[in-house]
């Protein structure tokens, strides 16, 4: 059974940082892409940014420059740096694997909360 432990949500101000950690175990970590997906209330899950196997990155538009996705595959462990951070990034942030070999095999984390408010 894959396993996520994802930690460093929380409430933070408009303009703050904040910084994301999944650890996975129980799977071959260099064979996957990791990302960070987000959805807020009554909106669909959607791609913050995601990683693949050799480095590659991947993000959102309405990043802009403010988030950064990174991994380390000795560790099992993806991270996502925010700055810069609005009230509109507010949402659940989830941890996903997605096999190289299989897309259609992904696992996703519990959620952590991110909260910007003033």
């Known amino acids: 059974q894959v396993q996520f432990v994802e930690s460093g949500g929380g409430l933070v101000q408009p303009g703050g940082s904040l910084r994301l950690s999944c650890a996975a175990s129980?799977?071959?970590?260099?064979?996957?892409?990791m990302g960070w997906y987000r959805q807020a209330p009554g909106k669909q899950r959607e791609l913050v940014a995601k990683i693949t196997n050799t480095g590659s990155i991947n993000d959102a538009d309405f990043v802009e420059g403010r988030f950064t996705i990174s991994r380390d595959n000795a560790k099992s462990t993806v991270d996502l740096q925010m700055n810069n951070l609005k009230p509109e990034d507010t949402a659940v942030y989830y941890c996903n694997a997605q096999s190289i070999m299989r897309v259609s095999q992904k696992y996703w984390g519990q959620g952590t909360q991110v909260t910007v408010s003033s």
């Open positions: 129980r799977i071959t970590f260099s064979l996957y892409t």
